[in-house]
């Protein structure tokens, strides 16, 4: 099998859109889903719902890929899982470090989904000296004076930084100059790389704030609904008040003498 130094996916190259490829890992879990319930076919539609995108969407990104189903048929699920894990890379084995086995690292360690998805976490790299040696998840942790040594030795591509964000950028340095031009980062910290070098960034405070904003905006909307139902219920009563021919207060007009 080949390592992930050795190739890059061909998603660049081919011309497919960057939002297109942020929405092939959904069409791949949801696809894995269908595969591991033994279900041969799927529609667009269903593909979509499943994917939380639209049908158009979708046809246009299996487009990219050269793949448009059958007519009446549908899309066969095991060819687009091997498709979509052929152009996302997952065809083949990918080594990856974490650095930073703090509670963070430690949980990324133990997931269990990395190998089912063509990545092996090759090396647990950690600058406290008595982390090293401490088995994390069945690996035993290294020192960060490893680092160079790591990369080299098992054809390490992609990174994962785990740190605190004061160590960030020191860690990314290191990674970057060993040789690893992708990363994912979970430190609270924008990162500063050179040109050929991804990096994507994880910060769980921001998602969180996100949707604050989201519940913060629909408690005010469910106010305003609140209000405006209210402000109906009073005009309702005071046009009935009016048409029984009671006054503003819903006292009857006292009647003049003729």
Same mark, same amino acid.
């Given at each position: 099998m080949a390592t992930g130094r050795t190739h890059r996916p061909a998603t660049r190259s081919r011309g497919i859109p960057e939002a297109t490829v942020a929405r092939l890992p959904l069409y791949l879990r949801a696809l894995t889903a269908l595969s591991e319930r033994s279900v041969p076919t799927v529609s667009s539609e269903e593909l979509a719902a499943?994917? #939380? @995108?639209?049908? !158009? %969407?979708l046809r246009k990104d299996f487009s990219y890929l050269g793949s448009y189903g059958t007519r009446g048929v549908g899309y066969d699920v095991e060819y687009l899982v091997y498709q979509i894990s052929r152009e996302l890379g997952l065809t083949q *084995?990918?080594?990856v470090v974490i650095v930073g086995i703090g509670n963070l690292g430690a949980a990324l360690a133990n997931y269990g989904g990395f190998a089912s998805r063509g990545f092996r976490v090759a090396a647990l790299i950690d600058a406290d000296p008595e982390m090293a040696g401490k088995?994390?998840?069945g690996?035993? @942790?290294q020192h960060t004076d490893? &680092? =160079? %040594?790591?990369? *080299?030795?098992?054809g390490v591509s992609i #990174? @994962?930084?785990a740190t605190p964000a004061g160590a960030a950028q020191q860690v990314c340095d290191r990674l970057v100059a060993a040789g690893v031009t992708s990363i994912l980062n979970f430190a609270p910290t924008v990162l500063t790389v050179p040109d050929g070098v991804d990096v994507r960034k994880v910060d769980l405070s921001i998602e &969180?704030?996100?949707?604050?904003?989201h519940e913060q905006r629909k408690a005010g909307e469910e106010a305003e609904a609140q209000a405006g139902a209210a402000m109906e219920? =009073?005009? =309702? !009563?005071?046009?009935?008040a009016k048409a029984a021919g009671k006054g503003p207060d819903g006292d009857v007009p006292a009647v003049m003498p003729a």
């Open positions: 499943a994917a #939380g @995108v639209n049908s !158009a %969407k *084995d990918w080594p088995p994390v998840a690996i035993p @942790v490893e &680092l =160079e %040594k790591i990369i *080299d030795d098992n #990174g @994962v930084i &969180l704030q996100i949707l604050a904003f219920a =009073e005009a =309702e !009563a005071a046009a009935a």
